[in-house]
């Protein structure tokens, strides 16, 4: 086994240095948290499942001409990504109205949003993440405007896209949180999709039923988490040839 850099270790992932100047190489854990650390716990196979997940959803929006981190998936648990400068903030598009939107404004879980709502947080554990203005975001130099443009441009298409297909599954795409980052090509720059699409960062209802299929059965103790993660892959034609069973994977590398 080769022994390889640990350049940032998160929640949910570990980032490795990669085999090429530029790259990353991307692991699941299967570690969950909710509520900034406060909960914390472990769902079994959720690295797997994210990993082949996010590898499907990301090579779908390529597709469609939307810049991504993602080169390849390497094995159960990795994948090869470009290395970025990720911007601090963290995009938040919504369908539905549901968790924190329904604290804060006393809406409703369930109600249909007037139209798709685009919300910034800051990404800063420390803080819990606050939710800040477009002023924040261009004062303090997170971003600059034109940076803002293409991020809120591209959630925007992200969100048709990925409503359509999962729609196409029976699954409703209520809210999800994007990240980006700075890709560099000498001189120019260029803003790409980065970090992860899976149940951890989207909220995805059964249409008929109004099932949660996401991380709130961890977050609300709804029960049968694994089973959610499973059902969402399933539906997107891509759970792991083993079934379940093969859902452990190889251990880290350290
Ligand atoms: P919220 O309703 O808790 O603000 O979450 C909105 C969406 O963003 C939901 O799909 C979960 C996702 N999310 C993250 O991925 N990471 C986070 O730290 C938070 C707070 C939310």
């Not at 591209?154 to 994007?178: A, E, P, Q, W």
């Not at 499973?230 to 251990?251: C, F, M, N, S, W």
Request: with cysteine; net charge negative.
């Amino acid at each position: 086994m080769t022994r390889r850099r640990r350049i940032y270790e998160g929640k949910a992932k570990v980032l490795f240095e990669g085999p090429e100047p530029g790259t990353l190489v991307q692991y699941f854990k299967d570690d969950a948290t909710a509520f900034n650390n406060q909960k914390r716990g472990t769902i079994t196979g959720k690295g797997v499942l994210n990993n082949r997940i996010s590898e499907y959803l990301m090579v779908r929006l390529g597709e469609i001409g939307v810049p991504t981190h993602f080169v390849r998936r390497l094995n159960m648990r990795e994948q090869l990504v470009r290395e970025v400068e990720i911007i601090p903030i963290e995009l938040v598009v919504r369908n539905v109205a549901a968790g924190s939107l329904t604290k804060r404004f006393g809406i409703p879980e369930g109600t249909a949003l007037p139209r798709s709502i685009v919300e910034y947080y800051y990404k800063s554990d420390e803080l819990g993440d606050p939710m800040v203005s477009e002023e924040h975001i261009t004062a303090f130099g997170w971003a600059t405007p034109p940076d803002l443009d293409d991020m809120m441009s591209l959630s925007l298409r992200i969100n048709d896209y990925l409503t359509g297909l999962f729609l196409g599954i029976g699954l409703r795409l209520v809210d999800f949180k994007l990240e980006f980052g700075r890709l560099w090509d000498n001189e120019d720059m260029r803003i790409v999709l980065a970090d992860e699409i899976s149940p951890d960062n989207c909220r995805l209802w059964d249409v008929k039923t109004n099932e949660k299929l996401d991380k709130d059965r961890f977050r609300q103790d709804l029960g049968k988490v694994e089973e959610a993660y499973q059902e969402v892959a399933r539906r997107l034609g891509i759970l792991p040839e083993g079934g379940p069973g093969d859902l452990k994977g190889p251990k880290v590398m350290q």
